[in-house]
Every structure is written in C-alpha cells, then in structure tokens.
C-alpha cells in the first residue's frame, strides 16, 4: 500500500486505468478510469458476501479492464483520526494486495456519499434509483478526488 499520492503516481504503469472502491459493509461501488487517468465513471456496485468471492470479483474486473492501479475510498472521520470502518479498510487492502500486481492507495472519502447523494437529486433520481447507485457513484467521486490530484501533481511536480 502507497501513502502518498506523489509515491502512488510513480508506482502507475502508463496508459493503464485505475479503480477506485467505496468499500461498505454490505456492498462495495466500483468506478474505473480512462486510460488518460482524467475521470472516473461510476461501474457498478457489488454485493458483499466473504472476502474471498469478493476479491475474486474484483480481480476479474481488474483483469477485463487491465487496471494499473486500485484507489480505496478511506472512511476518516471528521476530525481526521481513523476508526474501525478505516481498520477494516486497510485490512481488506492487506488481504487484496497479494492477489493483484497493481499498487494500492488510500483516498479520504470523507463526505462522499454525501455529495453522491446530491448529485443524484440534482439528477432528479427516485430514491429507489439512488440506493440502487449511490454506493457506485461515491466510488466515482472518490476515484475522481485522486484522479485530480495526479493530474495537479503532473502539472506542477
């Protein structure tokens, strides 16, 4: 696992796109980016169930989509510290890394979901549309959150 973005950025492979991952307890959104690493697009949520099917499933989509790289949504809380959704979240990226080849960070997703929500009712989605998309749609916006922090880190070192 990466820290730093800067770190992240130089362990990428060119021309490969990233996921990002909004991990909950019950289901995991899934966003992928192009292959210019400029934006991210909301793919699908997955149903939890045991690690192992989890990760099975991500490393197929991984391999479809010849990802190079995996963003975690890391739930902080509001006064930066982490809790037990945040240990949980390095414990699933420990587990992972050793069944993909691809470098893993971390991004705070802190109010993410919140702003998914808003966009979507801005959107004009039923709430039955925005449960059955929210958790995949915050995984856009945290895959984005880094997605613009790598193309700053390119313009300005």
């Not at 893993?104 to 039923?126: G, H, N, Y």
Request: no cysteine; hydrophobic share 45%.
């Amino acid at each position: 696992m990466i820290e730093a973005a800067a770190e992240f950025a130089a362990a990428l492979p060119p021309g490969r796109a990233l996921i990002g991952l909004d991990l909950g307890t019950k289901t995991i959104g899934v966003a992928v980016s192009d292959t210019r690493r400029r934006v991210a697009t909301p793919l699908r949520t997955i149903r939890r169930t045991k690690f192992g099917a989890d990760a099975t499933a991500l490393v197929a989509l991984m391999a479809e989509r010849r990802i190079g790289g995996v963003v975690l949504g890391l739930p902080r809380n509001m006064d930066g510290g982490e809790g037990p959704r945040a240990q949980s979240t390095r414990a699933f990226a420990r587990n992972l890394a050793p069944l993909i080849e691809t470098p893993i960070t971390f991004w705070d997703e802190r109010l993410s979901t919140v702003a998914a929500e808003r966009a979507l009712i801005e959107a004009d989605a039923s709430r039955a549309r925005r449960a059955e998309v929210i958790d995949h749609v915050a995984a856009g916006f945290i895959l984005q959150g880094l997605l613009d922090r790598l193309g700053h880190l390119a313009r300005h070192g």
